[in-house]
């Protein structure tokens, strides 16, 4: 069970890759705002439970604000023309003022009274099958909704603008409205990864967002590495692979754990795992090509 857990939230972790996938790899935008609406929808996730609203309010509220927090960067980056990076930190570091703001203090627990969204999957006996199933559903859910999007004129126009913006603006496209759709969708699906995580872990802390960037990037590269050494080509696939790239992230750490490496080295373990992972395809494409010409 606790590998299987372990997989539940790197499946919780998923809908943060996944807006991580939008920001990085339609629109080349590494966004830092990312610690910030990870621990905002969690936050607002915490209370609202508290407070007893319905689990879909708290839902539309979270990836509203996410959405907003995205709007505030791609608005800085565009139109004030500051860097991704500055722009991405300076919205993260305002977020840490608003975040305590919501909570109060620095922890807010949830109570096993507290409905959550596995009490509303109740298929088997174990709790944590039903979490499983329940973020499965939603993740699967969120990816295809993800992929018919892209498929739009909306989601068509958005990858025109990543890809090639100077295309773009020949063709009527406005780079900029895009580029700050595009971050506040990829930080509502990092905030909804926050109302996902809250859940499971039962409580939400101020300090939960540092880092998480980290863990997303490491998973969409890995997914990205899945995706280059089998030749994926479609949108829908690759966003499949990310999410498994974030639950072998998760399995990665709970390996380094069940081998009882010192909590020290932690870090250290995980990095040296991801960057094998990642540089995988470099090390295997001369070994391809010596292969190829010696057929």
């Not at 539940?8 to 830092?32: E, H, T, Y």
């Not at 407070?51 to 979270?62: D, H, I, M, R, T």
């Not at 960067?73 to 722009?87: A, D, E, P, Q, R």
């Not at 993740?139 to 909306?154: E, H, N, Q």
Request: charged share 10%; proline share 3%.
């Amino acid at each position: 069970m606790f590998y299987i857990s372990s997989i539940v939230f790197g499946l919780a972790l998923g809908a943060m890759c996944i807006g991580l996938f939008i920001s990085l790899k339609i629109f080349n935008f590494p966004d830092i705002t990312t610690d910030g609406s990870y621990t905002l929808g969690a936050s607002i996730t915490a209370v609202g439970i508290v407070l007893g609203w319905p689990l879909p309010v708290v839902f539309l509220c979270a990836l509203v604000a996410g959405g907003i927090s995205g709007v505030m960067t791609g608005l800085l980056h565009t139109k004030l023309k500051m860097n991704n990076l500055l722009s991405g930190i300076l919205v993260m570091t305002g977020l840490y003022s608003v975040n305590l703001a919501i909570l109060g203090r620095s922890n807010v627990p949830l109570s096993s009274d507290h409905k959550t969204i596995a009490d509303y999957f109740t298929w088997t006996t174990s709790p944590v099958w039903n979490e499983f199933i329940a973020l499965a559903i939603i993740i699967i859910l969120l990816a295809y909704l993800l992929f018919w999007l892209l498929k739009t004129d909306f989601g068509l126009a958005m990858r025109a603008t990543g890809s090639q913006p100077s295309m773009a603006i020949m063709n009527g496209i406005s780079v900029n409205k895009y580029t700050v759709l595009g971050l506040a969708l990829a930080n509502g699906l990092v905030a909804v990864s926050g109302f996902l995580v809250v859940q499971l872990q039962g409580f939400a802390d101020i300090n939960m967002g540092i880092g998480i960037v980290i863990i997303g990037l490491g998973s969409v590269m890995i997914g990205e590495t899945f995706s280059t050494l089998f030749g994926t080509k479609s949108i829908l696939i690759r966003l499949m692979w990310v999410i498994l790239g974030s639950i072998a992230f998760r399995m990665i750490l709970s390996l380094a754990l069940t081998l009882g490496i010192d909590p020290v080295w932690l870090k250290l373990i995980t990095a040296i795992m991801v960057i094998a992972l990642v540089g995988l395809p470099v090390v295997a494409s001369p070994i391809r090509k010596s292969l190829k010409q010696r057929k």
